[in-house]
């Protein structure tokens, strides 16, 4: 299906699981305009970005907070004669609110997968649901992010190491921050570029977290040391903790991390490597597999 990217209408929404990773239930909301059952989602508010979309959503159809895994296949439908687009990704529970019934939507049931397939209205959301069953639920998302914008380089009198985020790249930390958030808590290690402290401090305080410096972070031109380490050890240090991380670093080398690790996950690199200021990559890993990858910018 042609889309137009003026006249698309575009929606988020999750297959939302709990349970046993090899043996989910996953949530199906009913609603009463349509009378069927279906996949929590819907529509991105003005100038909303999709990773907001989705986790608000599930929230408000749900009552439930969501940390969201690996994305899954986008359902594209023609919707009262206009093309439409729902993007979907795999999400757990953080916190259950509790269901409110709404006008919108009265009832809330958690299946199996068999009974859920059985129990769906639409194809389209019992093929995102077999997309969903394709590997297990619990991936682990590791993020490489460039940091945000910090001005021009050639005004900037003191150490380059030392120059701060702009204006702009302050407004992108505070959205990444919520950006990065829909993935859940991570580990961050940045590079020791106060560009790069500064990207990540916003994501940092909303998690309660610290940032740990890593010289193997830094940019080529900044490395003054034999002992800055390799930033490949510290991605295989973080792979066999088995925990989410984000890796916060620069243009220079990211990318080149990034092409590594999918080689050595036994996968191909991102078709466009360079990142852009304040774009991250985010490597769903599960089983030292890679299960799924996307790129995301707080534009």
Known sequence: MAEDPLDLTRAAGAVVWRGAADDPQVVLIHRPRYDDWTLPKGKLGPGEHVLLAAVREVHEETGLEVVLGRPLPAAGYLKDGRPKRVDYWVAAVSTDHGFDPSDEVDELAWFSIGAALDRLSYPRD??????????????????????????????????DRDRPL?????????????????????????????????????????????????????????????AAGDPRQLVLDAIEQGAPAVFCGHGETLPGLVAWLCGYLGAAPPADPWLAKAEFDVLHLLGGKLVGAERHSPT
Do not use: M, N
């Open 126 to 159: 019992s093929g995102t649901l077999l997309d969903f069953t394709g590997t297990r639920p619990d991936s682990v998302p590791l993020i490489f992010l460039r940091h945000a914008r910090a001005g021009d380089r050639r005004r900037w009198s003191g150490a």
């Open 166 to 226: 702009d204006p702009a790249g302050e407004e992108q930390a505070a959205k990444l921050a919520d950006l990065l958030g829909c993935f859940g808590p991570s580990r961050i290690i940045s590079s020791p570029a106060t560009r790069c402290v500064q990207t990540v401090e916003w994501y940092a305080d909303l998690i309660d977290a610290d940032i740990e410096i890593s010289k193997a972070l830094a940019a080529p031109d900044q490395v003054t040391d034999q």
